[in-house]
C-alpha cells in the first residue's frame, strides 16, 4: 500500500509559528483560508517526491520538488490518501505528463537540454502545463469575470487531477458538490479529508474494539498452520480463551483471518449472553 499525502499550506498556522504570509499568500487567502497552497507527496516507492502547480521559485507551471517538511506541523495540514502500488503508478504517470517529463526522470541523469531544473530544485520540462493565474481569480475574488483555462492549473486543481486518475471514485465524489472546475486548496483539505480519512478512522475504531475485546477477556490470539493435504498447509487464526479446570486452554472460534476469528468469539459470547 502506498503512503501518500495531501499536503496543505496553512498560512493562518504558520503565521501563528512566526512565518509570515506573502503578498500572494494573502492575496489568495481572500477565499482559500487557512490553507492556501497544495502539494501532493507522493509515497518512499518515488522517493518522496512532491507534485504540484504553483509560480514560486520562477517556475509557473507544473513541476516536481523534493520538499523536506521541516515545519510540518507549524506550517502544513496533511491528508493520508490510500493507494495501491498500481494506483500511485497511474497517480505519478499522470504527473510526469503534465510537468513532460518522463516517468523514469528520477533514474537518469538527464542533461538541461531535456528538461528544466532551476536554483530551487523544481523539476520540469519545457512543455508542462503552464500556471492559470489569471483561472486563480476565479476564487481569490467573488467576480466571475475570469473563469479558468482548460490548457493551464493551478495547485488544487494539479493535486486533484493526478489523485483522480487513479482514484475516479474522488473525482465522482466532488463532481456531486460541483467542486472540479474551480477547486480551492480549501476545499480539496477539507473534501479529501472527509473521503479518505473518514473510512480510515472508522476502520481505526474497529480495530481498537477488536483489540480492547482481547485485552477485556484475556483471550489469546494464534496462528496456526492446518494441514490442507498431502504436505501441504494453510493458516488459521485461533482465540483462544483460558479457564481454572481443565482444559485449561479452549479454542473458542477460528478463522483464516485475525479480523474475522476475533468478531466471532464476541458473536459468540454474545450468544452465550456473557
Known amino acids: 500500500m502506498a503512503n501518500c499525502t495531501i ?22 487567502a481572500k477565499r482559500s483560508s487557512p490553507q492556501v497552497h497544495s502539494e501532493y507527496q507522493f509515497s518512499e516507492r518515488y522517493n518522496k517526491v512532491s507534485f504540484s502547480a504553483t509560480r514560486q521559485d520562477n517556475c509557473k507551471c507544473c513541476r516536481f520538488k523534493f520538499i523536506e517538511y521541516s515545519h510540518l506541523l507549524e506550517r502544513w495540514d496533511s491528508v493520508k490518501v490510500p493507494m495501491t502500488d498500481e494506483e500511485e503508478d497511474i497517480a505519478y504517470l499522470e504527473a510526469c505528463i503534465m510537468a513532460d517529463l518522463p516517468i523514469d526522470w528520477q533514474d537518469y541523469n538527464y542533461s538541461l537540454e531535456n528538461y528544466r531544473f532551476n536554483d530551487n530544485g523544481n523539476f520540469y520540462g519545457h512543455n508542462a502545463i503552464p500556471y492559470d493565474l489569471v483561472g486563480q481569480l476565479c476564487h481569490a475574488t467573488k467576480l466571475k469575470w475570469w473563469k479558468p483555462s482548460k490548457k493551464k492549473i493551478w495547485c488544487s486543481k494539479a493535486v486533484a487531477r493526478v489523485i483522480y486518475k487513479a482514484r475516479h471514485e474522488f473525482l465522482e465524489f466532488m463532481q456531486n458538490f460541483k467542486l472540479v472546475d474551480e477547486l480551492r486548496p480549501d476545499q480539496l483539505h477539507m473534501m479529501a479529508g472527509y473521503f479518505f480519512n473518514a473510512p480510515l478512522k472508522a476502520e481505526n475504531e474497529k480495530l481498537k474494539k477488536l483489540f480492547n475485546a482481547i485485552e477485556d477477556n484475556s483471550w489469546d490470539l494464534r496462528c496456526v498452520n492446518v494441514s ?34 476475533i468478531e466471532l468469539a464476541l458473536k459468540i459470547q454474545a450468544l452465550k449472553g456473557e
Open 228 to 261: 490442507t493435504g498431502g504436505d501441504d498447509f494453510g493458516i488459521e487464526w485461533h482465540v483462544v480463551e483460558h479457564y481454572m479446570a481443565k482444559p485449561k486452554e479452549r479454542i473458542i472460534s477460528y478463522s483464516k483471518t485475525p479480523t474475522e476469528a
Open 7 to 28: 499536503q496543505s499550506y496553512n498560512s493562518t498556522k504558520a503565521w501563528i509559528f512566526g512565518k509570515k504570509p506573502t503578498g500572494v499568500q494573502k492575496w489568495i
